[in-house]
């Protein structure tokens, strides 16, 4: 018993090493989180953002008794969410100059993403990835001057009508932060 502790203890000591220099290799990643609020200044969710090493934004949102169906969701222009209809976030962030939509000729503003799916029960999740928006510097960054916010409205994104979609009023808000 006193030899297999002495094998298995160096292992264990091993695998924990291994651990923390795998974690360290990952660590290249940025993130960011944003809690999503309602009109009623309600936190309603939240949201995940992970760049990883070759310039991808990963995007996992989550919220909480929002009216089922689809809603557009967009990256917005400044980080404020002052409740009531969140104007403050001002429009979609579209350092570029594009049209808006996904699909639309141009690719879509640096802020646009598909559309949040809500179930009867007013649960919604999304699990996108963007390349045209970052966390990192560049014209395209999340974190420029006035920062951004992520809006989420009342209705379904067309992915085609400039400049939102017709995804309606704006129902939800969150400042787009370090993590």
């Known amino acids: 018993m006193a030899r297999l502790a002495r094998i298995l203890v160096p292992l264990g000591a091993l695998a924990l090493m291994l651990g923390a220099v795998a974690g360290a290799a990952g660590s290249s990643a940025l993130h960011a989180r944003a809690t999503i609020i309602g009109s009623d200044g309600q936190p309603v969710g939240w949201a995940r953002f992970v760049e990883d090493?070759?310039?991808?934004?990963?995007?996992?949102?989550?919220?909480?008794?929002?009216?089922?169906?689809?809603?557009?969701?967009?990256?917005?222009?400044?980080?404020?969410?002052d409740p009531a209809t969140f104007g403050s976030a001002?429009?979609?962030?579209?350092?570029?100059g594009v049209a808006h939509g996904l699909d639309s000729g141009s690719?879509?503003?640096?802020?646009?993403?598909?559309?949040?799916?809500?179930?009867?029960?007013?649960?919604?999740?999304?699990d996108a990835k963007t390349d045209r928006a970052t966390l990192s510097g560049g014209t395209t960054s999340v974190f420029d001057s006035n920062?951004?916010?992520?809006?989420?409205?009342?209705?379904?994104?067309?992915?085609?009508?400039?400049?939102?979609?017709?995804?309606?009023?704006?129902?939800?808000?969150?400042?787009?932060e370090w993590d």
């Open 53 to 81: 090493g070759s310039g991808v934004v990963h995007v996992n949102v989550h919220v909480r008794g929002m009216a089922p169906g689809l809603h557009g969701i967009h990256i917005h222009a400044v980080g404020v969410c």
């Open 90 to 96: 001002m429009g979609h962030h579209n350092p570029d």
């Open 107 to 126: 690719g879509g503003h640096a802020g646009d993403l598909p559309n949040l799916v809500v179930n009867q029960a007013g649960v919604g999740r999304l």
């Open 147 to 176: 920062g951004s916010a992520l809006i989420i409205h009342a209705g379904p994104d067309d992915q085609v009508t400039d400049p939102t979609g017709n995804s309606g009023a704006r129902v939800a808000c969150g400042v787009i």
